[in-house]
């Protein structure tokens, strides 16, 4: 089974432009959730989609969005980038969200879109 | 390359050697605990989870240990190994209250030869 992938892998842009993040599940996982890593800041949560609905939203300003489609495949998108901006993005999918039965809940991580804002 | 370990504590062992990487969580209603590995140019991957309603639970060569009492949570690694070498990171989750995952800051193990 595949594992999830995220395009592109790099990205370079400049302060004040947009960019959007893309991310495919692991097949038959519904729930992705994104994350920015940060040297400083570590790995903090963005926000979460299951079934094309925002679930839960970290503490991120309105310019971080994002999106699920019917076939669970997300975009996260950053509008006037800053140089803050600049850091790793991870994508996780997840079987299910809300199912309490042991070992569902892991969140399985792509490899990241590393972002530098210039 | 990825810059994910600056910033960290670093604990450095020989290869061999048990290895035991802490972690202090901050929610006390947090019932379920992941363990990451993160090496250099990836995402990170899962090693093993625990739920609140236990306080150990064994995998291949690792051993994740659980005391609510204090809030703590640790990984075991028996005979660590060079390909070990990576940033760990423990998680807690909330099931009954936000669901979101919330992660430590990490610990970079180096395995030295």
């Known amino acids: 089974k595949a594992g999830v992938t995220q395009t592109p892998r790099y990205l370079i842009k400049t302060r004040g432009q947009q960019v959007t993040l893309s991310c495919s599940p692991i097949s038959g996982h519904r729930s992705v959730s994104w994350y920015q890593q940060t040297p400083g800041q570590g790995l903090q949560f963005l926000f979460e989609y299951f079934s094309e609905t925002q679930r839960n939203k970290g503490n991120f300003p309105g310019r971080f969005s994002g999106r699920q489609f019917s076939n669970s495949r997300s975009e996260m998108n950053v509008s006037t980038l800053e140089l803050g901006d600049s850091a790793l993005y991870l994508c996780?999918?997840?079987?299910?969200?809300?199912?309490?039965?042991?070992?569902?809940?892991?969140?399985?991580f792509g490899p990241g879109t590393r972002l530098t804002v210039l | 390359g990825e810059s994910v370990g600056l910033h960290l504590p670093t604990l450095s062992v020989q290869e061999g050697d048990n290895s035991i990487i802490n972690c202090a969580y901050s929610n006390s209603a947090s019932d379920y605990f992941i363990w990451y590995k993160q090496e250099s140019g990836k995402g990170p991957q899962f090693i093993i989870d625990?739920?609140?309603?236990?306080d150990k639970r064994q995998g291949q060569r690792v051993t994740v240990l659980l005391n609510k009492t204090v809030k703590h949570l640790s990984l075991q690694i028996a005979a660590t190994q060079p390909g070990d070498s990576a940033v760990y990171f423990c998680?807690?989750?909330?099931?009954?209250?936000?669901?979101?995952?919330?992660f430590g800051k990490g610990m970079k193990l180096t395995v030295n030869p």
């Open positions: 625990i739920r609140s309603n236990m």
């Open positions: 998680a807690e989750k909330d099931q009954g209250g936000s669901e979101k995952l919330v």
């Open positions: 996780a999918s997840s079987l299910v969200i809300w199912d309490r039965v042991f070992d569902t809940d892991t969140q399985y």
